[in-house]
């Protein structure tokens, strides 16, 4: 039992179909805390930059074409094992393998199209959230 933090985007795909306040809700009911929220448009930049670890796979160029298509939500989340409980309540990458109650079950469209990310470790939840919050945007 740890209180942690970590990072979340609402992608594309979510905010445009009007699911930001449900899928919120179903963080919050997780016993999750937002504790810093912005609705952003990514550049091509930073989403190259984000998903940099992907870039040698065949679907880098979709995936970062997707995440600027719309609006997106980044958010940082606090609470007893963050990390994993975030990744509980997301569900698996692709929908079609994902519990039945997770978010991605019951909103994403498709493997690409999934809704929500969250940050997979400790590690990179600190880098993820220093790449799209100042300290002074995060007020608990
Ligand atoms: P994130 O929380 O978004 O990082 O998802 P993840 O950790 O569950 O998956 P991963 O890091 O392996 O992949 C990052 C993102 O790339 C996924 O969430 C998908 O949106 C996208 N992605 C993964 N595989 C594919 C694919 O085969 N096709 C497409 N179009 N997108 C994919
Ligand atoms: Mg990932």
Redesign the pocket.
Known sequence: MQKQRTFS?I?PDATKRNLVGAICKRLEDSGLRIIAQKRIKMTKEQAESF?A??SN???FR??CD?MISEPVVVQILEGTDAVIKN?EV?G???PAEADKGTIRKDYAL?????S?????SIENAKIEIEFFFSKDEIVG
């Open positions: 985007i992608k998903y670890i992907h796979r065949p679907f979709e995936l997707f990744r997301m698996a990458t692709n498709s493997l690409g199209e999934n929500i990310h969250g940050s997979d």
